[in-house]
């Protein structure tokens, strides 16, 4: 079950350049969004300045979007998800958001649908591109 990067849920914005192809995304099989993703979604809502409705508004919209595509919401979040996120963090390099969505990835399959290059310095993860141009340089 290959995990959506935060990336894939902002490109389902009408107007993201990577729309189109963060639909497509959505009908890979097995696909899930992980509760990490859900968090730093609506944190950098929230630091753009969006106010708690105008937040809650986007995640009912992404709610129904992922009912609708067949997608479903993975609970990873617990103390030892936080661990192997500190671990990741400090080893490879990552950011703390994208540290949280590999430690997600690795709970789940090992999986991500990201452009972020960034996921592939991390052992046992392996990254499907969301964009055709970027997936024809990653092979």
């Given at each position: 079950m290959p995990v959506a990067d935060t990336e894939v849920i902002f490109a389902l914005n009408p107007n993201d350049k990577k729309h189109s192809a963060a639909l497509e995304a959505l009908t890979i099989k097995g696909l899930k969004v992980p509760d990490t993703a859900l968090l730093?979604?609506?944190?950098?809502?929230r630091a753009r300045g969006r106010k708690a409705s105008e937040v809650a508004s986007a995640v009912?919209?992404?709610s129904y979007i992922l009912k609708r595509s067949g997608v479903k919401?993975?609970?990873?979040?617990?103390t030892g998800l936080i661990i192997k996120?500190?671990?990741?963090?400090?080893?490879?390099?990552l950011t703390y958001f994208d540290s949280l969505i590999a430690a997600s990835t690795l709970k789940l399959d090992g999986v991500v649908v990201s452009d972020d290059a960034d996921f592939d310095r991390v052992p046992g993860l392996t990254r499907i591109p969301i964009t055709p141009e970027t997936r024809e340089s990653n092979k």
């Open positions: 730093e979604f609506q944190t950098v809502l009912e919209s992404l919401e993975a609970h990873t979040l617990n996120q500190a671990e990741i963090e400090e080893k490879y390099g």
